[in-house]
């Protein structure tokens, strides 16, 4: 499974777009991008996943560049209870497949 | 609603003894994870399990076993407790060849004396 890049910290103000970012330069064809985010104290929860197009649900939207070596989630009104770690990983489908998680980027939402 | 679940929320052991996570899920997913998570190193894959008696290793397998007999338990065996394995672990499922998420169980904290 392709390797992703982070920035380990990232601040947004109550109720402005939160963009991360996350590099997955080595990514293959096959592969998809999902992004978890993890609260304090549990286990992390699914946000939202791409393969190639923007994707948006309930939560967020993903922006996967062209190339696909790079993907922003977006949090579109970002709250205090969006404070978390944030997890860009990009995984196959295949049987034997890790899910592999990196470092993350620790949101804080401040007031 | 509850689709993955940990054996125990805190467990203490002494060195040297031989201590067993359980994870259970209900979902029928093929896939099961083991991860350990400290403090400024994020998630660290253990084990993995694709299929029943199946198991490949992660990153960090040193230390530790697992058991896969039944494809709704996976089990992470510490055979010989050491205070440096003193964690959080967390258990995760996910359907083989399917697009969707994965599952995480709310998490054991092992402390290790």
Known sequence: DAKTTQPPSMDCAEGRAANLPCNHSTISGNEYVYWYRQIHSQGPQYIIHGLKNNETNEMASLIITEDRKSSTLILPHATLRDTAVYYCIVRGNNAGNMLTFGGGTRLMVKP | DVKVTQ???YLVKRTGEKV??????DMDHENMFWYRQDPGLGLRLIYFSYDVKMKEKGDIPEGYSVSREKKERFSLILESASTNQTSMYLCASIEWG????????QGTRLTVV
């Open chain 2, 20 to 25: 067993f996570l359980e994870c259970v899920q």
């Open chain 2, 7 to 9: 054996s125990s929320r």
């Open chain 2, 98 to 105: 399917k697009n969707t998420e994965a599952f995480f169980g």
